[in-house]
């Protein structure tokens, strides 16, 4: 049976919604199948076993690196005598603020983050990434380092994870782009689909803040008109329709999974007017906001 794991199991500093971990699991300590509404990257220091992860069953190894986006269902399968090491990185996709992310010049070198986990499944490598070994050793020492931050906790400390966790998604990153660029051809097309995809992945992100097709033009390097066209030849829909089925479904889960009044869901994904954020929920789903909670349950 599924379990949800809820931020405050793990991410207890609201101002700094993070946890670091090693730890071991086998056919003794498997974690049920779970979802959770952080995100969780997994770094596989040693051991084997297979990852289940949304209906699909495949093997992991020492070297492998993945993320689990909030929402998504997954666990671990072990044969007899099979073991795994891993180090759990859990955050809140606004731990990392995008704001600094331009201040520092790599918004648009972050991919493994913005654009791999929303990747659709034949693009996303299986679900994970491999590394060399030459990889694994620089992964892990940034990954060991934040679990020394963590566990001391001295001045300075959020800070120096803050930017450690960047470096390591830079790192990713560059593996990822390499990947691509010695499977896929670089056509214009291809180019504007890796746009749309980084831009899907920041949307996903921070859907609940509030976002403008300037913002994101400047994020993006590209002028309002062409973003509007591109992403609209990409996927069929604007960026403002996109923003706003994205956090409709969000709206729906929370419906669905909580209590809570309908304005206070509404306000949870970035809509600040309730009669606004009905009448989308009208046009999106079919029924009010009310009506569909009902349904569900």
């Not at 051991?47 to 495949?58: K, M, Q, R, S, T």
């Not at 269902?73 to 995008?98: K, M, Y």
Request: glycine letters at 4%.
């Amino acid at each position: 049976m599924e379990e949800r794991i809820v931020s405050r199991d793990y991410l207890k500093e609201l101002r700094f919604p993070f946890y670091i971990m090693r730890c071991t699991h086998n056919a003794n300590n498997v974690p049920k199948m779970h979802s959770h509404e952080f995100v969780e990257l997994v770094y596989v220091i040693k051991g084997e076993a297979l990852h289940c992860f949304e209906g699909d069953v495949y093997p992991l190894k020492a070297g492998d690196v993945f993320i689990i986006n909030p929402n998504e269902n997954h666990t671990f399968e072990f044969s007899e005598g099979q073991e795994i090491e891993i180090v759990n990185c859990l955050f809140l996709p606004d731990l990392i603020h995008d704001a600094c992310l331009r201040e520092l010049g790599v918004d648009d070198s972050m991919d493994y983050f913005y654009v791999l986990p929303f990747l659709s499944p034949d693009e996303r490598f299986h679900h994970r990434l491999k590394l060399s070994e030459r990889e694994t050793s620089a992964i892990l020492q940034l990954l060991e380092y934040m679990m020394h931050e963590w566990d001391l906790k001295r001045t300075g400390y959020t800070t120096l994870i803050r930017l450690k966790l960047v470096e390591l998604f830079i790192q990713l990153s560059r593996i990822y782009k390499d990947w691509v660029s010695s499977n896929r051809d670089h056509s214009k097309r291809r180019s504007n689909h890796l746009l749309v995809q980084r831009i899907n992945g920041f949307l996903e992100r921070h859907y609940d803040e509030k976002l403008c097709v300037t913002d994101l033009g400047e994020m993006f390097n590209i002028s309002n008109r062409q973003l509007n066209r591109v992403f609209k030849q990409e996927t069929g829909l604007t960026v403002v329709e996109r923003v706003h089925h994205i956090r409709i479904e969000h709206a729906k889960q929370m419906l669905m999974e909580s209590e809570e009044k309908v304005l206070h869901v509404a306000q949870k994904v970035g809509y600040d007017d309730p009669a606004f954020f009905s009448h989308l929920f009208r046009r999106y789903v079919g029924c009010s906001p009310g009506k569909f909670r009902g349904h569900g349950k």
